[in-house]
């Protein structure tokens, strides 16, 4: 018997940076990365410019992915009003919302949760996050999973109405969730070794001898990136109301 047929799950990558040369040449920029990440999910990424002044209307993909930036979510940047306000009209329209790294902590400023850098500095390397909550969708999660990071600031509260869904001592708000729409993980999924090891050598000055070394010794960990593309995939599926194709039997 075979299993119920999949819609294909179309999904807008609201792009807010690009990453550097060479970093860019070894893995590809944003965009690729995601798709990488997704593509064996059954996702049909679109990519959008979300620092555009027109930006697309929220039914265009059947979820939206908000992904990381070098720049701070509090920054005087003349597009952030306009996309905070885009992500607020998703909310109200019950879109579903998935925001990683910079998108994790703009969906959080957005509802009102402070957002500012760690006490701790810098937060860099394969990062182990102990699962707290359940997993989104039809996903499964085991006790904890292990993504790179790379960033500064952090959520310091949750916001209204969410929920935690993972921790780690040095990034206590890992990833939240708000109902069954949006889902956010401070981590980088899509964000591979090589490319990382070449971005932290590019800081070294800005991280601190120490802790680059500390995130160079963690790089050849394995990472649960699949899991949590997974993870995205099927958030984003579940609330938008489609099926999940099953295998034939």
Known sequence: MSGAESIPLRVGLLVVDSIDEPHR??????????????????????????????????????????????????DDLDWLPQL????????????????????????????GA????????????????????????????????????????????????ATLLASAPSCPI???SIGDQVYCVQGHPEFVPEQVASIYTSRIDRLGRGTYEAAMRSLDRSLDNDLVGAWIAAAIRSAAGLTINTEST
């Open 25 to 74: 040449s070894i893995a590809g920029d944003y965009f690729d990365l995601f798709e990488q990440l997704l593509a064996p999910h059954g996702v049909d990424l679109r990519s959008y410019d979300g620092r555009s002044s027109d930006l697309p209307g929220h039914g265009a993909c059947h979820g939206w992915i908000v992904p990381g930036s070098r720049e701070s979510v509090y």
């Open 84 to 111: 905070t306000e885009w992500i607020l009209g998703a909310i109200d329209a019950e879109v579903p919302l998935v925001g990683v790294c910079f998108g994790h902590q703009l969906i959080a400023q957005a509802l």
């Open 114 to 161: 402070p957002v500012a850098k760690s006490d701790g500095g810098w937060n860099v390397g394969a990062i182990d996050y102990d699962v707290l909550g359940e997993s989104p969708g039809s996903a499964e999660l085991p006790d904890s999973f292990r993504i790179l990071a790379s960033h500064q600031d952090q959520v310091l509260e949750l916001p209204p109405g």
């Open 174 to 176: 890992a990833a939240y």
